[in-house]
């Protein structure tokens, strides 16, 4: 056995112990009954310290060596040992008893959340957030060390691979300049033009989940490879060729709960759609947050909520809950599904408006990584920039601070790759339309099948064999940037 290939099999079992993790952490959000938390906080915390111990043992590190010595790589073989260092950099600087303290502070932390969140009560997750903000800054500043990162671009460089705040602040800086205006403009066609014709409930659960896994399955969700259940915050998870995806439902509003499946489904075709020769190994991974983003906007905001595919849709909502009548129309489907109106909670955000949560939360991050915010002063921090950045008056925690389970879960640096998804969507969207002149036509005809095939091959199918922006710039013959995003908005709302 060559060292390439003991490597390999190193890398599979790792795979193996991650795809466990990741059906227990599922668990835990959708059916673990709250008094077995504990307990699986420690089985967690086991599967991440064997993970760890495997990932960081003396002979992965002589055997990186002796690969990378002996040469003769390339392609993917090549790209996967790049890959596989990257990893073991990442977990070689972090002690094991810090891996599995992390673990179990985080689920403790989660479940907590849930009752928090439940009772608007951020006083009891306050001491279990900032031990485990504690404990992700000695993390960050432990990665950071060994990267020659500060803490906060060591922890984003683990969600979003290359990516730095010096990317990020002039992006995030330019849509600061322009999209207050864009915004106040789209209200004010939108005022002129009237309310659109609100849709009457009630709208039973069943019926919002049998339509739910309809538009799954058109747009190639693998059933044999995945399902769909709830959870309090949406989520696609699961490991590799078991796919999970979550929504919740409410029975007034059945936009959420749709929205939320279609955003799902676009994560979970990139991991379904990963490589099938690689799916185990660190090259066959998902490149970044910010690319897995950009597949789940690409199909709910950029496919989903267009006249097209609301011309799809119509007759869909009109069989399922038997109605009819003007409000039921795609016409004014689409003026619902655009709607731009700021809101308190991110996950039911408009695009135009989303940003402003994500600027939001990346301030508020950045400076509790630096220690500059504290965790007793988060809820007012917090009701500050929603009055700044969205005019908005937050009443309680849970619809403030609390609405999001990424700080009690310990992702700090994932939350700004959601509006780098939304940038990069754009370009894909528009790239992927001149390659396929039909796909708008095909939405409208609820045939996904030219942009998931277009999506496959330029992104799903690609892993991370190249970089986030080598990738991006193959596809789109451009970096990542702001302008086709701008574009997007003001041909969606300006009528530019």
């Known amino acids: 056995m060559t060292p390439y290939s003991s490597l390999e099999a190193r890398f599979a079992r790792l795979s193996a112990i991650e795809g466990a993790a990741g059906i227990l952490g599922w668990d835990a959000q959708t059916l673990m009954p709250e008094g077995a938390a504990e307990t699986r906080g420690e089985q967690l915390a086991a599967l991440r310290g064997l993970a760890h111990e495997i990932l960081t043992a003396p002979e992965t590190a002589d055997t990186l060596a002796e690969a990378e010595g002996a040469g003769g790589l390339d392609g993917w073989?090549?790209?996967?040992?790049?890959?596989?260092?990257?990893?073991?950099i990442h977990a070689a600087a972090v002690p094991r008893e810090l891996v599995e303290a992390e673990s179990r502070v985080r689920s403790r932390s989660e479940m907590v959340w849930r009752e928090a969140r439940r009772d608007s009560d951020f006083a009891r997750l306050a001491p279990h957030l900032a031990e485990l903000l504690r404990l992700e800054r000695e993390i960050g500043q432990a990665k950071g060390a060994v990267l020659g990162l500060d803490p906060y671009d060591a922890l984003l460089d683990g969600y979003d691979p290359g990516m730095r705040r010096s990317i990020i602040d002039p992006l995030f800086a330019d849509l600061t300049s322009?999209?207050?205006?864009?915004?106040?403009?789209?209200?004010a066609r939108q005022a002129a033009a009237g309310e659109p014709l609100p849709l009457d409930g009630p709208f039973p659960v069943e019926t919002q989940?049998?339509?739910g896994l309809t538009l799954m399955r058109a747009l190639g969700f693998d059933e044999a490879r995945g399902r769909l259940d709830i959870s309090l915050h949406p989520f696609c998870g699961g490991a590799t060729d078991d796919v999970r995806i979550t929504t919740r439902y409410d029975e007034t509003d059945f936009s959420r709960a749709l929205m939320g499946v279609l955003h799902e489904t676009g994560h979970?075709?990139?991991?379904?759609?990963?490589?099938?020769?690689?799916?185990?190994?660190?090259?066959?991974?998902?490149?970044?947050?910010?690319?897995h983003e950009s597949q789940s906007?690409?199909?709910?905001?950029?496919a989903c909520r267009s006249r097209e595919f609301m011309a799809y849709l119509a007759p869909l909502l009109r069989e399922a809950?038997?109605?009819s009548?003007?409000?039921?129309?795609?016409?004014?489907?689409?003026?619902?599904?655009?709607?731009?109106?700021p809101g308190f909670i991110r996950v039911d955000a408009d695009e135009a408006t989303y940003p402003a949560h994500i600027l939001l939360r990346y301030r508020l991050e950045t400076a509790m990584i630096a220690g500059d915010l504290a965790i007793a002063d988060l809820p007012g921090a917090f009701n500050d920039g929603m009055r700044e950045l969205l005019g908005l008056t937050v009443p309680d925690d849970r619809r403030g601070c609390l609405q999001d389970i990424h700080w009690p879960s310990g992702a700090f640096g994932y939350f700004p790759t959601y509006t780098l998804g939304a940038l990069s969507a754009a370009q894909l969207f528009k790239a992927a339309k001149a390659a396929e002149p039909a796909l708008p036509g095909c939405l409208a005809a609820g045939d996904f099948a030219p942009l998931r095939t277009w999506l496959r091959t330029h992104i799903h199918e690609r892993g991370s064999l190249r970089s986030t922006d080598a990738l991006l710039s193959d596809a789109t013959g451009a970096p990542l940037g702001t302008a086709a995003f701008r574009s997007h908005l003001q041909a969606r709302y300006l009528g530019a």
């Not at 906007?297 to 950029?302: F, H, P």
């Not at 409000?327 to 109106?341: D, G, I, K, Q, S």
């Open 77 to 88: 073989p090549a790209a996967n040992l790049a890959e596989m260092r990257r990893s073991y």
């Open 178 to 187: 322009w999209l207050p205006g864009l915004i106040a403009e789209a209200r």
């Open 209 to 211: 989940r049998q339509l």
């Open 268 to 291: 979970a075709l990139y991991e379904q759609g990963r490589p099938a020769a690689w799916r185990h190994q660190p090259v066959g991974s998902a490149r970044g947050m910010s690319l």
């Open 297 to 302: 906007l690409i199909v709910e905001m950029q």
């Open 321 to 323: 809950f038997g109605r």
């Open 325 to 341: 009548g003007p409000a039921w129309e795609p016409e004014n489907l689409f003026r619902l599904y655009t709607r731009v109106e």
